[in-house]
């Protein structure tokens, strides 16, 4: 006997993939994966960056075809030909980039690809509507009306996830889903989750937060280069475990920090206001003090004012009102060529939009923003030796892995992108050092690798300010931690005393004392 | 697999030219055929400048009894001079006998290819410098008088016109264009002293569009009678029908495009010359000769529109335009 | 040696589009009544054949390969320029203004001016898009096709007015076209009776120069890196902006270069029409050369082989000019569609290496 | 120059100007929702003319101007066709292959004209309609409304456009795909077919714009006739910011500002011609110059689109 959901469609009881194969060429992807998931639960997918988790997703999604093995749902051998397919089947994907048109609004983003009930004209009043429906049952709060690029991405998220129930979504794939919220905000999201499962939603979770897998799931796998590196119900697991299943080795999970004593203030921000792409205030009076071999963590909310403070600090966004000042040198308002000249590094949040370019060779993208000094060109031509020589050492030096110094950038994995950015940033001996994401997508092994090296340069006497939405990245690295919500700073903390709790409290806007 | 496919495709476009070459080849001419060879800067088609010519050359060849007697070979829409020359000097290497460079713009190009080429006779315009005076022996130059025509032209027009307000548009200010609109200018001036005459330009050559718009403007200012010259006014012409304006053609019989507003057309016949120009070089006579297309010598002809009554007495006026202009009373 | 070998067969690949092209041609000439094998044949022998078609071969390609330079350029630094036409035109118009202007000085000082009148010329009609894009943000699409109109009427006004021709005001005649160049700026004639002049010497080292320029040296490290990506340059401390109308400026220069070497190389005096067509296939024939300065050397003789074959297959055959652009259309459209076969070979060695 | 400024100069300038934009709408329209799926297409010339020469051939064979029109929106279609192969299966550099089809249609309309007719000739197009009661509107009535089917049709177009584009399914897929084609690719829009569909309909409506010369306003086929209109109408989309009424409006700025200038000319205003033929050209490089905000492209604006990128 079918069963219903709430939405009015059928409940898919199992989707199962066998001996899933995929290889793209020079890379076996998915390696033989047995993977199932039954109505009514959250089964986790655990892996490290490029273990094959999104390449398994796709294949369910019908973006791929499998070389080997079977898809069924219910019973019955599925093929996927396009989303589409996968979409009538009852099977939605919730992406870890969100796959929204910015410039078309909330219910535009929702109506697209789908069947008006008033022919070939929109019906945005009924989408518009529904949408409402959906939000009420699910407690996924909207605004249908508004543009996607005016939308923080908490929002940006809920509209991705009704967009799938909206299209009677049964079973949920949700890639990375916590990424960019806020402790409260995962929580809102797993009552969520929890209620569509408990009404007969299957939900594949994929994630590479050991805490959040076992706090959503019922039954998790873990994928290591490509395979199946086995799945466990939730209950006779442990995160050691779990995190040895997935990199193949013991992990640390904890850093030592070592007191450093506090140098003299090497950056200092007073009363920074920077206009955001809205043409408001979205840093809204900022003042911070960093001194050298501090590390000071900035937490918060993705949207709230981060992206622009780091940009104006780097010299990419106007200074509407207020100073920044560098090693005693105002450069407020400088070019960013200023800022480096100053002493700066700055690690920016996306690396292959903004830190690298990807045609470019490892070693021309190490001498980005040194190129025209010595030794790396004289007279304003470029010294290949010296570049070589140079380069090759910071190479070996930050660990990255590269089959030489003229491959492509866009050929190396993210972890070594990431270093070689760190590499580029650090080997120029800053005396401040912004971090804006510095290991976000990157695998565990690479972020204790970049954590390790920040905190070195801790101890050689730089000024960090590491701006992060990872709190558990904040908390193992900083010496304070400031959270920033809409615009301002809302308090500062020493990070001994902060507890998790207190920290999410701030970064849903609570001040506490 | 992609080189394999591109092997077939190398296959076929071989079987295709062998195919192709075991068709019948055309018969070889004998030597006596005299070969004339035409470099234009526009189509044979444009129903001015290029195409007068190249009917005339056509008509020659009927004359002295077809392909047998002449050959022509011609090169079209050779606006770039560097392309132009490099044809003038092809078809000299190859051995035709008067190889005509048929625009002013070819002159620097005709005066460094000419002295390689003395068994061939070349012939420029339109201009009236055979580089004599740079010892060169075998060019001959042709140039239309295109103010003859136009005075005349001009003449009727001011004396058929109700408004007194008469249009020209031409493509640039310059060349033969110019000394057609100003003796059009003239002429219309000469009938009737208080007519008011506009010009405008288009600064194209090719742009159909802008001098139809050019024609409807003149129109709307009052304009009854228009003219115009190179291969773009074709489109003025149809404005001119459809407003129930009046047109003058130039270069080309432009009546077939609006037979009831073409009033008349001055007509290039480059017959004359051509002849001329081939007898001479059967003579011997390789160059030097300096040709002008005009009422007199029967180059020049106003080729009515038999479709549209003329008064009398504007014809008697036309006619003693064209007598006034062959004895030299009146320099358009 | 296999990678070589491989990025030779990727570099030729784009040339196994031509037969097809050629084949499409062969039935359009056979539907004329002309015989495609003679035709062809008359092409390639035209092109290559002698010294008369090599020469001229070589003529054409000489201001493919300087707009194509400006267009690798601009193309690098992540600008497209279309405003070769009128760039051309300017160039040309400065050199002619500049030479007849000065025509007592010596030729050793005149003849430099005279290229350096051209880049500059060049450089500044390319400079206006430039400088409207680094501070506007105008799209240069659409600010260079606007600049090439305005340039034919430019040269239109200063042919007939200001830089006409004594002689032919004089002779009543009035042909839009400047007074011939003083000799002393004429450049030297590589072969005798030939057009082939020192100006495609010039291109060439000009590709080597521009292939240093841009690989060799800071600035262009810069260009390539706001070609690439505008963000990570601008994250780098590069002046975005100053090196997109840089760029810009330099194809311009490049182009006004090439008028100024069409007038003072073939033509001796500025005249209408110098610049028809350049403008475009410059951009093809730099496209055919991979972006690259020095692949854009075989490339313009090819293409320029090209053009002056298809002339001669037209005077061979006597089909209408109309073929021989029919023809090219052809094959530009399958070089390029024939590309991505290439580019995705590439990319599968790419990942397996 | 006072004039210049006379009700018959202006109502003079009003009627040209309205023809003369004709083409260009059709072309910058069509060309508007290529490049809103994210195709830029720089061959429109050549269809414009292929459009034009079968416009007019079928319309003189068949003595009937429709069936004309049919032809070039058929030889349009084919044209965008052969463009969306290229450009979208083969993902071609945009700009060249639309190079590339620019001389293709440029030389075989010339062809096709020089076999098959071999001389100029001209037919009767579509005659103007006067519109009762609004062409009676003083001063401006005649100028507005006595003009021919497809000039009116272009200008009913913008807005039938606009709406497409903003009130339906199909512009919404339209939007998205230009804009992200990868987040419409998830949603089950078949991107390459949206994209072949706004190429051929840009092809379309580059076809009947080289009719509207043909077999409307000037009545006659002529060897590249359209003299550069192509590249105007693709430079019209960029002023126009992608949206159909900016890009009308760019339309008329330009052919006013051409039909004002030949006023000048007939006025005998003092300047030389080759400055006035100038003005609409300088003066656009000017409007946007000037223009404070612009409108964003379509993000994915000629790049060509693969799954599974990124």
């Given at each position: 006997?079918?069963?219903?959901?709430?939405?009015?469609?059928?409940?898919?009881?199992?989707?199962?993939?066998?001996?899933?194969?995929?290889?793209?060429?020079?890379?076996?992807?998915?390696?033989?994966?047995?993977?199932?998931?039954?109505?009514?639960?959250?089964?986790?997918?655990?892996?490290?960056?490029?273990?094959?988790?999104?390449?398994?997703?796709?294949?369910?999604?019908?973006?791929?075809?499998?070389?080997?093995?079977?898809?069924?749902?219910?019973?019955?051998?599925?093929?996927?030909?396009?989303?589409?397919?996968?979409?009538?089947?009852?099977?939605?994907?919730?992406?870890?980039?969100?796959?929204?048109?910015?410039?078309?609004?909330?219910?535009?983003?929702?109506?697209?690809?789908?069947?008006?009930?008033?022919?070939?004209?929109?019906?945005?009043?009924?989408?518009?509507?529904?949408?409402?429906?959906?939000?009420?049952?699910?407690?996924?709060?909207?605004?249908?009306?508004?543009?996607?690029?005016?939308?923080?991405?908490?929002?940006?998220?809920?509209?991705?996830?009704?967009?799938?129930?909206?299209?009677?979504?049964?079973?949920?794939?949700?890639?990375?889903?916590?990424?960019?919220?806020?402790?409260?905000?995962?929580?809102?999201?797993?009552?969520?989750?929890?209620?569509?499962?408990?009404?007969?939603?299957?939900?594949?979770?994929?994630?590479?937060?050991?805490?959040?897998?076992?706090?959503?799931?019922?039954?998790?796998?873990?994928?290591?280069?490509?395979?199946?590196?086995?799945?466990?119900?939730?209950?006779?697991?442990?995160?050691?475990?779990?995190?040895?299943?997935?990199?193949?080795?013991?992990?640390?999970?904890?850093?030592?920090?070592?007191?450093?004593?506090?140098?003299?203030?090497?950056?200092?921000?007073?009363?920074?206001?920077?206009?955001?792409?809205?043409?408001?205030?979205?840093?809204?009076?900022?003042?911070?003090?960093?001194?050298?071999?501090?590390?000071?963590?900035?937490?918060?909310?993705?949207?709230?004012?981060?992206?622009?403070?780091?940009?104006?600090?780097?010299?990419?966004?106007?200074?509407?009102?207020?100073?920044?000042?560098?090693?005693?040198?105002?450069?407020?308002?400088?070019?960013p060529l200023q800022?480096i000249d100053v002493g700066?590094s700055?690690?920016?949040?996306?690396?292959?939009?903004?830190?690298?370019?990807?045609?470019?060779?490892?070693?021309?993208?190490m001498i980005l923003a040194d190129h025209g000094k010595k030794p790396y060109s004289r007279r304003s031509f470029l010294d290949?030796?010296a570049i070589?020589?140079k380069v090759?050492?910071i190479?070996?030096?930050?660990?990255?892995?590269?089959?030489?110094?003229?491959?492509?950038?866009?050929?190396?994995?993210?972890?070594?992108?990431?270093?070689?950015?760190?590499?580029r940033e650090?080997s120029r001996c800053p005396?401040?050092?912004?971090?804006?994401?510095?290991?976000?997508?990157?695998?565990?092994?690479?972020?204790?690798?970049?954590?390790?090296?920040?905190?070195?340069?801790?101890?050689?006497?730089?000024?960090?300010?590491?701006?992060?939405?990872?709190?558990?990245?904040?908390?193992?690295?900083?010496?304070?931690?400031?959270?920033?919500?809409?615009?301002?700073?809302?308090?500062?903390?020493?990070?001994?005393?902060?507890?998790?709790?207190?920290?999410?409290?701030?970064?849903?806007?609570?001040?506490?004392? | 697999?992609?080189?394999?496919?591109?092997?077939?495709?190398?296959?076929?476009?071989?079987?295709?030219?062998?195919?192709?070459?075991?068709?019948?080849?055309?018969?070889?001419?004998?030597?006596?055929?005299?070969?004339?060879?035409?470099?234009?800067?526009?189509?044979?088609?444009?129903?001015?400048?290029?195409?007068?010519?190249?009917?005339?050359?056509?008509?020659?060849?009927?004359?002295?009894?077809?392909?047998?007697?002449?050959?022509?070979?011609?090169?079209?829409?050779?606006?770039?001079?560097?392309?132009?020359?490099?044809?003038?000097?092809?078809?000299?290497?190859?051995?035709?006998?008067?190889?005509?460079?048929?625009?002013?713009?070819?002159?620097?190009?005709?005066?460094?290819?000419?002295?390689?080429?003395?068994?061939?006779?070349?012939?420029?315009?339109?201009?009236?410098?055979?580089?004599?005076?740079?010892?060169?022996?075998?060019?001959?130059?042709?140039?239309?008088?295109?103010?003859?025509?136009?005075?005349?032209?001009?003449?009727?027009?001011?004396?058929?016109?109700?408004?007194?307000?008469?249009?020209?548009?031409?493509?640039?200010?310059?060349?033969?264009?110019?000394?057609?609109?100003?003796?059009?200018?003239?002429?219309?001036?000469?009938?009737?002293?208080?007519?008011?005459?506009?010009?405008?330009?288009?600064?194209?050559?090719?742009?159909?569009?802008?001098?139809?718009?050019?024609?409807?403007?003149?129109?709307?200012?009052?304009?009854?009678?228009?003219?115009?010259?190179?291969?773009?006014?074709?489109?003025?012409?149809?404005?001119?029908?459809?407003?129930?304006?009046?047109?003058?053609?130039?270069?080309?019989?432009?009546?077939?495009?609006?037979?009831?507003?073409?009033?008349?057309?001055?007509?290039?016949?480059?017959?004359?010359?051509?002849?001329?120009?081939?007898?001479?070089?059967?003579?011997?006579?390789?160059?030097?000769?300096?040709?002008?297309?005009?009422?007199?010598?029967?180059?020049?002809?106003?080729?009515?529109?038999?479709?549209?009554?003329?008064?009398?007495?504007?014809?008697?006026?036309?006619?003693?335009?064209?007598?006034?202009?062959?004895?030299?009373?009146?320099?358009? | 040696?296999?990678?070589?070998?491989?990025?030779?067969?990727?570099?030729?690949?784009?040339?196994?589009?031509?037969?097809?092209?050629?084949?499409?041609?062969?039935?359009?000439?056979?539907?004329?009544?002309?015989?495609?094998?003679?035709?062809?044949?008359?092409?390639?022998?035209?092109?290559?054949?002698?010294?008369?078609?090599?020469?001229?071969?070589?003529?054409?390609?000489?201001?493919?390969?300087?707009?194509?330079?400006?267009?690798?350029?601009?193309?690098?630094?992540?600008?497209?320029?279309?405003?070769?036409?009128?760039?051309?035109?300017?160039?040309?118009?400065?050199?002619?203004?500049?030479?007849?202007?000065?025509?007592?000085?010596?030729?050793?000082?005149?003849?430099?001016?005279?290229?350096?009148?051209?880049?500059?010329?060049?450089?500044?009609?390319?400079?206006?898009?430039?400088?409207?894009?680094?501070?506007?943000?105008?799209?240069?699409?659409?600010?260079?096709?606007?600049?090439?109109?305005?340039?034919?009427?430019?040269?239109?006004?200063?042919?007939?007015?200001?830089?006409?021709?004594?002689?032919?005001?004089?002779?009543?005649?009035?042909?839009?076209?400047?007074?011939?160049?003083?000799?002393?700026?004429?450049?030297?004639?590589?072969?005798?009776?030939?057009?082939?002049?020192?100006?495609?010497?010039?291109?060439?080292?000009?590709?080597?120069?521009?292939?240093?320029?841009?690989?060799?040296t800071t600035i262009?490290y810069r260009?390539?890196?706001?070609?690439?990506?505008?963000?990570?340059?601008?994250?780098a401390g590069i002046?975005?902006?100053?090196?997109?109308?840089?760029?810009?400026?330099?194809?311009?220069?490049?182009?006004?270069?090439?008028?100024?070497?069409?007038?003072?190389?073939?033509?001796?005096?500025?005249?209408?029409?110098?610049?028809?067509?350049?403008?475009?296939?410059?951009?093809?024939?730099?496209?055919?050369?991979?972006?690259?300065?020095?692949?854009?050397?075989?490339?313009?003789?090819?293409?320029?082989?090209?053009?002056?074959?298809?002339?001669?297959?037209?005077?061979?055959?006597?089909?209408?000019?109309?073929?021989?652009?029919?023809?090219?259309?052809?094959?530009?459209?399958?070089?390029?569609?024939?590309?991505?076969?290439?580019?995705?070979?590439?990319?599968?060695?790419?990942?397996?290496? | 120059?006072?004039?210049?400024?006379?009700?018959?100069?202006?109502?003079?300038?009003?009627?040209?100007?309205?023809?003369?934009?004709?083409?260009?709408?059709?072309?910058?329209?069509?060309?508007?929702?290529?490049?809103?799926?994210?195709?830029?297409?720089?061959?429109?010339?050549?269809?414009?003319?292929?459009?034009?020469?079968?416009?007019?051939?079928?319309?003189?064979?068949?003595?009937?101007?429709?069936?004309?029109?049919?032809?070039?929106?058929?030889?349009?279609?084919?044209?965008?066709?052969?463009?969306?192969?290229?450009?979208?299966?083969?993902?071609?550099?945009?700009?060249?292959?639309?190079?590339?089809?620019?001389?293709?249609?440029?030389?075989?309309?010339?062809?096709?004209?020089?076999?098959?007719?071999?001389?100029?000739?001209?037919?009767?197009?579509?005659?103007?309609?006067?519109?009762?009661?609004?062409?009676?509107?003083?001063?401006?009535?005649?100028?507005?409304?006595?003009?021919?089917?497809?000039?009116?049709?272009?200008?009913?177009?913008?807005?039938?456009?606009?709406?497409?584009?903003?009130?339906?399914?199909?512009?919404?897929?339209?939007?998205?795909?230009?804009?992200?084609?990868?987040?419409?690719?998830?949603?089950?829009?078949?991107?390459?077919?949206?994209?072949?569909?706004?190429?051929?309909?840009?092809?379309?409506?580059?076809?009947?714009?080289?009719?509207?010369?043909?077999?409307?306003?000037?009545?006659?086929?002529?060897?590249?006739?359209?003299?550069?209109?192509?590249?105007?109408?693709?430079?019209?989309?960029?002023?126009?910011?992608?949206?159909?009424?900016?890009?009308?409006?760019?339309?008329?700025?330009?052919?006013?500002?051409?039909?004002?200038?030949?006023?000048?000319?007939?006025?005998?205003?003092?300047?030389?011609?080759?400055?006035?033929?100038?003005?609409?050209?300088?003066?656009?490089?000017?409007?946007?110059?000037?223009?404070?905000?612009?409108?964003?492209?379509?993000?994915?604006?000629?790049?060509?689109?693969?799954?599974?990128?990124?």
């Amino acid at each position: 006997m079918t069963r219903y959901l709430s939405t009015g469609r059928p409940i898919l009881e199992e989707m199962r993939m066998q001996g899933i194969v995929k290889r793209f060429p020079g890379v076996l992807a998915n390696d033989h994966v047995d993977f199932d998931v039954r109505a009514g639960e959250v089964h986790a997918l655990l892996g490290e960056n490029g273990a094959g988790k999104s390449t398994l997703m796709r294949q369910l999604y019908g973006m791929y075809k499998p070389d080997e093995g079977q898809i069924l749902v219910d019973g019955k051998e599925m093929h996927f030909n396009s989303p589409q397919d996968a979409i009538n089947a009852g099977i939605g994907m919730i992406h870890q980039h969100f796959m929204l048109v910015p410039s078309l609004t909330v219910v535009e983003n929702i109506a697209l690809g789908l069947k008006s009930s008033r022919g070939l004209v929109l019906d945005l009043d009924r989408v518009e509507k529904r949408v409402l429906e959906l939000s009420e049952q699910y407690g996924l709060k909207v605004d249908p009306r508004a543009y996607v690029w005016q939308l923080a991405v908490g929002e940006q998220q809920r509209i991705e996830i009704i967009k799938a129930l909206y299209r009677g979504a049964s079973l949920l794939v949700l890639d990375e889903p916590t990424a960019v919220l806020t402790p409260q905000e995962v929580d809102d999201l797993f009552v969520t989750f929890k209620r569509m499962a408990s009404e007969g939603h299957a939900l594949i979770f994929i994630s590479h937060k050991l805490n959040e897998v076992l706090a959503i799931s019922n039954r998790i796998t873990v994928l290591r280069d490509g395979k199946n590196a086995g799945t466990r119900p939730n209950e006779n697991v442990t995160k050691v475990e779990l995190a040895q299943m997935m990199v193949g080795r013991p992990v640390i999970l904890q850093y030592n920090r070592p007191p450093v004593e506090a140098g003299p203030v090497r950056l200092r921000i007073q009363d920074l206001h920077v206009r955001g792409d809205r043409g408001k205030d979205a840093v809204d009076g900022v003042s911070l003090e960093i001194c050298g071999g501090e590390i000071l963590g900035l937490a918060g909310v993705s949207g709230n004012g981060q992206r622009e403070l780091a940009e104006a600090l780097a010299g990419m966004r106007p200074v509407r009102q207020g100073h920044i000042i560098l090693n005693d040198k105002e450069v407020t308002n400088g070019s960013p060529l200023q800022h480096i000249d100053v002493g700066q590094s700055y690690i920016p949040e996306e690396r292959m939009k903004e830190g690298a370019i990807r045609d470019f060779s490892v070693a021309d993208n190490m001498i980005l923003a040194d190129h025209g000094k010595k030794p790396y060109s004289r007279r304003s031509f470029l010294d290949f030796n010296a570049i070589h020589e140079k380069v090759g050492k910071i190479v070996s030096d930050f660990n990255v892995k590269t089959p030489s110094l003229d491959t492509p950038v866009k050929n190396l994995s993210g972890g070594n992108i990431q270093k070689l950015i760190l590499g580029r940033e650090l080997s120029r001996c800053p005396s401040v050092l912004i971090a804006s994401q510095p290991t976000r997508g990157v695998d565990i092994g690479a972020s204790e690798y970049i954590h390790q090296r920040l905190l070195e340069q801790r101890l050689c006497g730089t000024a960090t300010l590491l701006i992060s939405e990872d709190l558990d990245e904040i908390r193992a690295l900083s010496d304070r931690i400031a959270v920033m919500y809409e615009g301002r700073i809302i308090g500062i903390v020493d990070s001994k005393d902060a507890t998790p709790d207190q920290l999410g409290l701030m970064m849903a806007g609570v001040e506490t004392a | 697999m992609k080189s394999k496919f591109s092997r077939i495709v190398v296959l076929i476009v071989l079987v295709a030219m062998l195919v192709a070459g075991c068709a019948p080849k055309a018969t070889e001419v004998p030597s006596t055929v005299f070969k004339v060879a035409i470099v234009m800067p526009s189509s044979i088609t444009d129903m001015a400048f290029s195409q007068s010519m190249f009917e005339g050359l056509k008509k020659v060849q009927a004359e002295m009894g077809g392909e047998s007697a002449m050959e022509i070979a011609y090169s079209e829409n050779m606006f770039k001079v560097p392309d132009a020359s490099a044809a003038i000097r092809d078809y000299a290497s190859k051995g035709y006998n008067l190889v005509i460079a048929h625009g002013s713009q070819y002159g620097t190009s005709l005066q460094q290819i000419a002295p390689d080429f003395p068994k061939t006779a070349f012939a420029w315009g339109t201009s009236l410098d055979t580089f004599q005076a740079e010892g060169i022996t075998n060019v001959f130059a042709y140039q239309a008088e295109a103010q003859e025509g136009g005075y005349v032209l001009g003449t009727v027009a001011a004396l058929m016109s109700k408004s007194g307000v008469i249009g020209e548009t031409g493509p640039v200010d310059a060349g033969d264009a110019k000394l057609y609109i100003e003796g059009f200018q003239k002429g219309v001036l000469a009938a009737k002293p208080d007519a008011q005459v506009s010009v405008t330009y288009t600064g194209s050559f090719s742009d159909v569009s802008l001098m139809a718009t050019a024609a409807e403007t003149h129109i709307a200012a009052g304009a009854d009678m228009l003219t115009g010259s190179s291969q773009s006014v074709v489109g003025a012409i149809g404005v001119a029908k459809d407003k129930g304006a009046f047109w003058f053609g130039t270069q080309w019989d432009q009546t077939s495009l609006a037979p009831t507003a073409v009033i008349a057309s001055q007509v290039y016949d480059w017959t004359g010359i051509i002849k001329d120009m081939i007898a001479s070089v059967k003579a011997g006579v390789m160059g030097g000769k300096g040709y002008t297309l005009t009422f007199k010598n029967g180059g020049l002809v106003i080729a009515y529109n038999p479709a549209i009554t003329i008064p009398a007495e504007v014809k008697a006026a036309a006619d003693a335009a064209i007598a006034a202009i062959n004895d030299g009373t009146v320099v358009p | 040696m296999k990678r070589v070998l491989n990025k030779v067969f990727e570099a030729l690949l784009p040339l196994l589009a031509v037969p097809v092209a050629f084949l499409i041609g062969a039935i359009m000439l056979l539907a004329l009544g002309a015989n495609p094998l003679e035709a062809y044949g008359a092409m390639i022998a035209g092109a290559f054949g002698d010294v008369s078609g090599l020469t001229q071969t070589l003529v054409k390609a000489t201001p493919l390969l300087l707009v194509g330079l400006g267009v690798c350029i601009a193309f690098r630094g992540g600008v497209i320029n279309i405003g070769g036409e009128g760039q051309i035109i300017v160039g040309a118009l400065a050199a002619t203004a500049v030479a007849v202007g000065f025509k007592e000085w010596p030729g050793l000082v005149l003849l430099p001016l005279c290229l350096l009148a051209g880049v500059l010329a060049g450089a500044m009609w390319g400079g206006v898009p430039g400088i409207l894009k680094a501070k506007l943000g105008v799209n240069e699409i659409l600010s260079t096709v606007m600049m090439n109109a305005i340039a034919v009427q430019l040269s239109n006004y200063l042919l007939r007015g200001p830089m006409i021709d004594p002689k032919e005001i004089e002779a009543g005649t009035r042909i839009a076209q400047s007074a011939l160049l003083p000799r002393s700026v004429w450049l030297a004639r590589l072969v005798p009776q030939t057009l082939l002049h020192s100006g495609a010497i010039i291109a060439v080292v000009l590709a080597v120069v521009v292939f240093i320029f841009l690989w060799r040296t800071t600035i262009g490290y810069r260009i390539r890196a706001v070609g690439l990506n505008r963000d990570a340059a601008k994250y780098a401390g590069i002046k975005v902006p100053f090196y997109q109308a840089l760029s810009l400026i330099l194809g311009g220069a490049f182009a006004g270069l090439a008028g100024a070497i069409e007038v003072m190389g073939v033509q001796h005096r500025m005249m209408e029409n110098l610049a028809s067509g350049y403008g475009f296939s410059g951009i093809v024939a730099a496209l055919f050369g991979s972006l690259h300065p020095l692949g854009s050397i075989p490339a313009s003789v090819l293409f320029g082989g090209l053009l002056v074959g298809a002339d001669k297959m037209q005077r061979a055959v006597q089909v209408p000019s109309a073929l021989i652009d029919t023809l090219l259309g052809l094959v530009v459209l399958l070089v390029v569609g024939s590309q991505v076969i290439s580019r995705r070979r590439a990319r599968r060695r790419e990942t397996r290496g | 120059m006072a004039e210049l400024f006379t009700l018959p100069v202006l109502v003079g300038i009003l009627y040209s100007g309205i023809r003369l934009a004709t083409p260009y709408l059709f072309a910058a329209v069509g060309e508007t929702f290529a490049q809103r799926s994210g195709v830029l297409n720089l061959g429109v010339e050549g269809i414009m003319l292929m459009g034009a020469f079968s416009g007019f051939y079928v319309g003189m064979k068949t003595g009937s101007p429709l069936l004309g029109l049919l032809a070039a929106a058929v030889v349009g279609i084919l044209m965008g066709l052969l463009m969306s192969f290229i450009s979208v299966t083969m993902q071609a550099e945009q700009g060249i292959s639309g190079i590339g089809l620019h001389l293709f249609g440029l030389g075989l309309s010339s062809l096709l004209f020089k076999t098959t007719m071999g001389g100029v000739e001209s037919i009767e197009g579509f005659k103007a309609v006067r519109i009762p009661l609004l062409a009676d509107i003083p001063y401006v009535g005649e100028s507005l409304f006595n003009h021919n089917v497809l000039v009116y049709a272009a200008f009913l177009l913008v807005p039938l456009s606009a709406w497409v584009l903003n009130k339906t399914t199909l512009g919404l897929k339209i939007r998205a795909v230009g804009q992200n084609p990868q987040a419409a690719d998830t949603l089950g829009v078949n991107v390459a077919r949206v994209r072949y569909f706004c190429v051929c309909l840009g092809g379309m409506l580059a076809g009947i714009a080289g009719a509207s010369l043909s077999i409307a306003l000037i009545n006659l086929f002529q060897e590249n006739m359209t003299n550069g209109m192509g590249f105007i109408a693709v430079a019209l989309v960029y002023f126009g910011g992608w949206r159909p009424f900016g890009v009308m409006g760019g339309a008329l700025l330009f052919s006013f500002v051409n039909a004002f200038q030949l006023w000048i000319q007939v006025k005998g205003i003092n300047i030389p011609s080759d400055f006035a033929i100038m003005m609409p050209y300088v003066l656009t490089i000017l409007a946007l110059a000037f223009a404070t905000k612009r409108a964003q492209g379509p993000a994915a604006l000629s790049k060509p689109y693969e799954r599974g990128e990124n």
